[in-house]
């Protein structure tokens, strides 16, 4: 019996004032999404999720900085979705009210406590598909990347943008361990993947060998327009991988 294919879809809007891509990826089909980096605006990415036909069933952050975590609390609670959330941020996570009121002067509770941790090679299954955890520490100790292999789509979280890697500067951060991770984990991935990164620097493309490696050379990028806020990535695939249509 021929494996069922899977329409596939992923949708990000851009959120909050760092302009944070957060991904929606679920199948209509099956009715089923992951939400990953909700950093703000949770109004936004629940009526995302409804236009898409999907209720979200796990939450995901690629770390645990304000931008990508600031949302997890209220969009858990209206949908009932695990946070999974990798176990070297939690301590990070934790602060997070403390870190909004400093930089934004905003009064936001803590995210729920995560229900799973995440660990490097683990497999996390949503919709028929799975995404593999890569752990990639660097931009935060417990910085995360996600792979869904037979879509060939890598959610990079801020690690790595295209043409950029992220930042070091911020407790927790270290250059060698970024670039560590991005050689030695991202690297060896097959050339030829869809990189969707955390944050606006540029609008996610289909992302070569060369233009990943070029990334860690920190050129500059270009941010997504606001009236172009929602973005995505149509694909199909069942036993063998069939397209890939990337919104221009």
């Known amino acids: 019996m021929a494996s069922e294919t899977v329409e596939l879809e992923v ?3 851009v959120v909050g004032l760092f302009r944070e891509n957060c991904w929606i990826v679920g199948s209509r089909q099956r009715g089923e999404a992951v939400v990953i980096d909700p950093g703000d605006e949770p109004e936004e990415i629940l009526a995302l999720a409804r236009d898409m036909g999907v209720k979200i069933t796990r ?3 690629s770390h645990a900085h304000l931008d990508h975590i600031m949302a997890v ?3 858990a609670e209206a949908t009932g979705a695990p946070f999974l959330l990798h176990a070297d941020d939690v301590g990070i996570a934790e602060h997070m009210p403390d870190s909004t009121r400093a930089w934004l002067g905003r009064e936001v509770p803590p995210p729920p406590a995560a229900a799973m941790h995440p660990v490097d090679g683990q497999d996390v299954e949503v919709a028929g598909v799975t995404l593999r955890v890569i752990h990639t520490p660097g931009h935060t100790p417990g910085s995360i990347s996600l792979y869904a292999a037979e879509a060939k789509l890598l959610f990079s979280g801020d690690t790595l943008f295209r043409e950029w890697i992220g930042r070091t500067d911020l407790p927790g951060g270290d250059t060698d361990t970024i670039l560590a991770s991005i050689r030695q984990r991202l690297y060896t991935l097959p ?3 869809a990189c969707c990164p955390a944050t606006c620097r ?3 493309s289909l992302t070569s060998g060369r233009t990943i490696r070029s990334s860690a050379r ?3 990028g270009t941010k997504l327009d606001r009236s172009r806020r929602v973005h995505s990535v149509a694909t199909s695939f069942g036993p063998v ?3 890939l249509d990337m919104a221009s």
Do not use: Q
Request: proline letters at 5%; zero cysteines.
């Open 218 to 220: 920190a050129a500059s």
């Open 73 to 75: 609390r209220d969009v």
């Open 191 to 193: 050339a030829r993947r």
């Open 59 to 61: 939450i995901l952050a």
């Open 241 to 243: 991988w069939r397209s």
């Open 202 to 204: 540029r609008r996610p």
């Open 11 to 13: 949708r990000g809007v």
